[in-house]
């Protein structure tokens, strides 16, 4: 949701009404209340982003998951005239004060013009893309016949007594949208690749759909990030899953937060972990911190290097990395247990080359970090890897 103030909303959207008015409207989840901006989804409408894959990924950066909500059916449910995803939104937004401009941003499952009023009446506004079956004597221009007009053409139609505004924009396809505060204007004017020419063509965009696509691209790109290196568990218990999911949200906000500090210190790109080295780095913190290593004479195989989510064994895509991009080092334990001075034994094993002065050949390794060392009388790099800070 998202609180801003609009004092000519009745003006504007009158405006709208008489002249030529182009509404499109944001999709939102059912998922999270984001920084104060409660989205909601479940499946997006074909909207595009018009977020290149790094942009959308600095984007998220200030977006991350605050609530949600686990519905149960007991008995017999009451019948709404909202209906199961009307309520659904309802609830979520019980908590928001009345009369604060706040705006709700949701895609085609949630959207009716019922619920539309029901928010509008508590001084909450909403964007979503809508059904045409949910819009009842909203008579949009047929699909085909806004193709033959051409990319960016859109109708419009308003309801008099509440001024609320749908739009049916195409683009690679039509989409409907709905709202009770934005409309067409001021249209931008964008640039969509062209397949059949292969180049590159100006499309004229109504302003709904911008406001949509910024707020719901962060939603569909938490969507996407959730998708990727889901945990292999499964359970009888329903539940569970739910546990394993806010553990995963929990991941991912961590990551957003450590990318937005990498950015503030001004570190090189190319020392900022992806998602999957950062997750690997944190399960492996998670099991080995302050733990003693396997005891068995081995070394204790760590998630970093020995695990699926090992970025050196598996190609990244989606989130900051290179697809297929050769790694500059071999693996490093992560430097909390690295140095938590905790069961770091030396063993004798093959020879391999020295983490820590990379000078020669060494066949001693750290029982815990898994890395060759020198030990010495001339070098102790075992001692300067696990106590000295560098």
Not at 41 to 59: F, G, N, V
Not at 112 to 128: A, M, N, T
Request: net charge positive; hydrophobic share 30%; aromatic share 8%.
């Amino acid at each position: 949701m998202e609180k801003s103030n609009h004092t000519d909303l009745q003006t504007r959207q009158t405006q709208n009404a008489t002249g030529k008015e182009r509404s499109s409207i944001q999709c939102a989840g059912c998922d999270a209340i984001q920084n104060g901006e409660s989205e909601f989804e479940m499946e997006s409408e074909d909207c595009d982003t018009d977020l290149s894959e790094e942009e959308a990924d600095e984007h998220a950066c200030g977006h991350m998951d605050k609530d949600f909500d686990v519905g149960s059916v007991n008995g017999i449910r009451a019948k709404s005239e909202l209906g199961l995803s009307g309520d659904v939104v309802m609830k979520l937004a019980s908590t928001l004060p009345e009369g604060q401009n706040y705006k709700i941003y949701a895609d085609n499952y949630f959207t009716c013009v019922p619920l539309v009023v029901k928010l509008l009446d508590r001084g909450i506004h909403y964007v979503g893309t809508a059904r045409q079956v949910r819009l009842p004597n909203c008579n949009l221009e047929e699909e085909k016949s806004l193709k033959k007009k051409g990319r960016g053409s859109f109708d419009i139609r308003v309801e008099a007594n509440h001024n609320i505004c749908a739009v049916k924009w195409y683009d690679s396809r039509a989409v409907t949208l709905v709202s009770s505060f934005a409309g067409p204007d001021p249209v931008q004017r964008i640039q969509r690749w062209d397949k059949a020419n292969k180049t590159y063509v100006e499309v004229e965009r109504p302003y709904i759909v911008g406001t949509y696509n910024k707020y719901m691209g962060v939603v569909d790109l938490f969507d996407s990030f959730t998708a990727k290196y889901k945990f292999p568990m499964k359970s009888q218990r329903w539940y569970m899953y739910i546990f394993w999911h806010t553990i995963i949200l929990a991941v991912i906000n961590a990551w957003l937060l450590y990318k937005r500090e990498c950015k503030a210190l001004k570190m090189p790109k190319q020392e900022i972990l992806n998602r999957r080295q950062f997750q690997a780095d944190l399960a492996s913190s998670l099991i080995l911190r302050g733990r003693p290593s396997s005891g068995n004479g081995s070394p204790a195989a760590t998630v970093t290097s020995r695990s699926p989510l090992n970025a050196q064994k598996r190609p990244s895509s989606g989130d900051g990395s290179p697809p297929n991009e050769a790694p500059s080092k071999r693996s490093q334990p992560p430097l909390d247990v690295r140095k938590d001075l905790m069961a770091h034994f030396p063993v004798k094993t093959k020879r391999g080359r020295c983490r820590h002065c990379s000078k020669g050949y060494k066949n001693t390794q750290c029982t815990k970090c898994d890395v060759r060392l020198c030990f010495s009388d001339h070098r102790n790099c075992f001692w300067d890897y696990h106590c000295i800070n560098i």
